[in-house]
């Protein structure tokens, strides 16, 4: 029988001292893992399936011309199955174009990536960055909850005091690395390592765990970070690097609130099979994708 692993609520504390719930993740029995972004009013999205060079340091100009885009009318959940196949469905089921076809191909947005078995170690898993804090739904207690408090968090990119975001970093792990987990008083499970290509290469960090229904588990790092984006408030959710050779592998970003991306209407709906019409543009995206 499949080992039963309940949802975890993130929840990070703001600048103000209020917890806030900032991301929900749904181990499946199967092993696989959705995260979502229940906490935030905002549903209208951009999806992005875009090239990221691996092999460039920083944050750096994608050309949205090399990009598949969408827009969604609902928010979506970006789900690792244990294939390595990586797609954005609906929050809500049925809202979202999303599985695969006949063929094998996705029919919305979704790449293939290694397996849970043995992931991708050339960063984060998939991620969050949320910034307006403010406007997220606050904790007010219940169980099944992963807090970060504000001295867990560590400086990514900034220094104290020019934060103005967090970005959540999870980590899928091989069941070897269950050598290095150990349990807290709290009964917490945390993890302890150093990161080849990390910025702070010989920093060790406290990764906070979740088992999934494998052996693997996850491992979860909060940050502070500094965005430059227009809306107030908002998150992007993004995934890991398909399985390809080269510094340059494909990636899956959803932005909410999408109308940060000018004429957005004029981009197909994955609510519907209209033509995709990609619009010729650069963006800059935060380096909250690797480390």
């Not at 979502?36 to 090239?51: Q, R, S």
């Not at 996850?218 to 992007?236: E, Q, W």
């Amino acid at each position: 029988m499949a080992n039963i692993v309940q949802p975890k609520t993130v929840v990070v504390t703001d600048s103000d001292g209020v917890a806030r719930k900032i991301t929900k993740i749904v181990p499946f029995s199967d092993g696989g893992v959705a995260i979502m972004v229940p906490y935030h009013e905002a549903n209208t999205g951009w999806l992005l399936k875009m090239p990221f060079n691996y092999g460039v340091a920083g944050a750096h100009l994608v050309p949205i011309g090399e990009s598949t885009e969408y827009s969604a009318e609902d928010r979506v959940k970006l789900t690792y199955h244990p294939s390595g196949f990586v797609q954005f469905s609906g929050e809500k089921p049925g809202k979202i174009i999303s599985g695969l076809d006949a063929t094998g191909k996705p029919k919305g947005l979704g790449i293939l990536t290694n397996p849970l078995s043995s992931p991708i170690s050339s960063g984060p898993s998939f991620g969050i960055v949320a910034w307006g804090l403010s406007e997220f739904q606050s904790f007010t207690g219940g169980a099944d909850v992963l807090t970060f408090s504000n001295h867990e968090m560590y400086y990514r990119g900034c220094k104290p005091g020019t934060e103005n975001a967090i970005a959540i970093e999870c980590f899928v792990l091989p069941p070897r690395y269950w050598a290095g987990v150990r349990q807290l008083s709290s009964g917490e499970l945390k993890l302890s390592m150093c990161f080849r290509d990390f910025e702070a290469s010989r920093a060790v960090l406290d990764l906070k765990v979740i088992p999934l229904a494998s052996n693997s588990f996850l491992g979860i790092l909060a940050n502070h970070v500094t965005v430059g984006f227009k809306p107030a408030s908002g998150f992007t959710l993004n995934g890991p690097g398909e399985s390809t050779a080269g510094d340059v592998k494909h990636v899956l970003l959803a932005i909410y609130p999408g109308t940060i991306r000018e004429d957005l209407e004029k981009i197909a709906s994955l609510k519907h099979t209209s033509e995709q019409r990609p619009l010729e543009n650069d963006c800059t995206i935060p380096d909250a994708t690797k480390h």
